[in-house]
């Protein structure tokens, strides 16, 4: 049963400390997408990765949030230092694209809940 | 920039009615369109993905349609069950913005016994 994967599924963690959320993308699939939920925002794109190439991190607040996919099997997004304004669902996922528009069909993780104190 | 629109915000409904949701993108210019399921406390699941080519997709009691000149996609449930009970968001990848999902804020629908 292929799926993405995210850890960790929870993480409670103080002001100013590194937070770190890893993504398995289903396996075969090239594009990879993090996402960030909360109630006022809805789900925002933060970047994504095509063929572990980033093509667009602009949603992401530069000075603290990096993403980075060491292979074709992990993604990461860190945040450091981490604020309480990061508190949110993150979610990873992964899609099959073909030329340069499409993701195909995107699949997601079940996201990774951040509390930052 | 495109932005999605998903009306009504929320919908309750009793068991067995037969029920719209609908989706609006601002730029008509889709490339293609993804509904989702998304229960509380967890992921989004992939409900229908219409594809540049095609205009509606079905599966078993859903079906979902894209009209691309108005930029306007709804969500047809059949006979509709408690089970159903859940937030529905639609997601639309615009010809301008190369493979960037763009969300509506959801549809909070409740199927009441």
């Known amino acids: 049963d292929a799926r993405v994967t995210q850890t960790p599924r929870h993480k409670v963690t103080e002001m100013g400390q590194e937070v770190t959320m890893r993504c398995q993308p289903i396996?075969?699939?090239?594009?990879v997408f993090w996402y960030r939920q909360t109630m006022m925002q809805g789900l925002e794109l933060l970047a994504y990765f095509r063929n572990r190439a980033p093509l667009d991190d602009s949603g992401m607040p530069k000075d603290r949030f990096s993403a980075e996919m060491p292979d074709a099997t992990l993604a990461t997004l860190k945040i450091q230092p981490s604020e309480p304004r990061d508190s949110a669902v993150y979610f990873c996922?992964?899609?099959?694209?073909?030329?340069?528009?499409?993701?195909?069909?995107?699949?997601f993780g079940e996201g990774s809940r951040l509390t930052v104190l | 920039k495109q932005e999605v629109t998903q009306i009504p915000a929320a919908l309750s409904v009793p068991e067995g009615e037969n029920l719209v949701l609908n989706c609006s993108f601002t730029d008509s210019a889709i490339y293609n369109l993804q509904w989702f399921r998304q229960d509380p406390g967890k992921g989004l699941t992939s409900l229908l993905l219409i594809q540049s080519s095609q205009r509606e997709q079905t599966s078993g009691r859903l079906n979902a349609s894209l009209d691309k000149s108005s930029g306007r996609s709804t969500l047809y449930i059949a006979a509709s069950q408690p089970g159903d009970s859940a937030t529905y968001l639609c997601a639309g990848i615009p010809i301008q913005g190369a493979q960037k999902l763009v969300f509506g804020q959801g549809t909070r629908l409740t199927i009441n016994p």
């Open positions: 396996l075969g699939h090239n594009t």
């Open positions: 996922a992964s899609g099959q694209g073909k030329g340069s528009v499409s993701a195909g069909e995107l699949f």
